[in-house]
């Protein structure tokens, strides 16, 4: 009984300030911003209803939108990978904690939406921090075996970000190489953040934590969500 009728130009899934979908929306577009902060149940990629919201708003897509999405990283970047357990041999990692396999359950429903965004000619575009193990995902891997994936780096400082936050975009369509011509200044050094806290614990072994700056640097600048490369 959903109404799938194709007025949206544009999903940002994982959308947390939504930088993306406020471009869209000043612009007098109509987007969907679409987050687990907004709605933990029906704005969950995690939850059954939540995959069916994000299935119906993949359906309301126009010809010639497309969507962005960030799924969460932080079992994916290096800095859990000891007790994520991930490695590109066992990208999956220790999926009896909760957070890996919940983690490793988005991977596998956002694969779905690019799988329907490519069926029906939109343009998807998926970020993540350089380096995140993401991309070795089985999921992922027969993605890559199938079609055309691309993948292109950015600093999030040259759109605005205080910490220079090396980045990975990939996309289905090969001009997300030219959002470099919208950066908005050249990459900045990083400015005082506290992104990730090395020590050593009782028995002497390194560790590695996240920072107290480090959720913070996750969000979009207005620069980077008025990039135009977010729409084929």
Known sequence: ??????????????????????????????????????????????????????????????????????????????????????????????WRHPYVHRANIQVSRLVILCWMAMARGLMWVVEQPKGSLLEHHPRWQELTRRTKVFRWHVYMSAFGAQAPKATWLYSNYPEIRNIHLFETGPPKKQKHMELAVHYKDDNGVKRTRGGKDLKASQSYTPGFGCSPHFES
């Open 1 to 94: 009984g959903l109404n799938h009728t194709q007025d949206v130009r544009h999903v940002e899934y994982f959308s947390r300030d939504q930088a993306v979908t406020n471009a869209f929306l000043e612009r007098g577009e109509v987007a969907i911003p679409f987050d687990v902060k907004n709605d933990p149940v029906y704005q969950s990629l995690n939850s059954d209803m939540g995959f069916v919201a994000a299935i119906h708003y993949n359906l309301k897509i126009a010809c010639g939108g497309g969507f962005l999405a960030a799924p969460v990283c932080s079992s994916w970047v290096w800095v859990n990978r000891a007790t994520a357990g991930r490695s590109i041999s066992q990208p999956l990692g220790k």
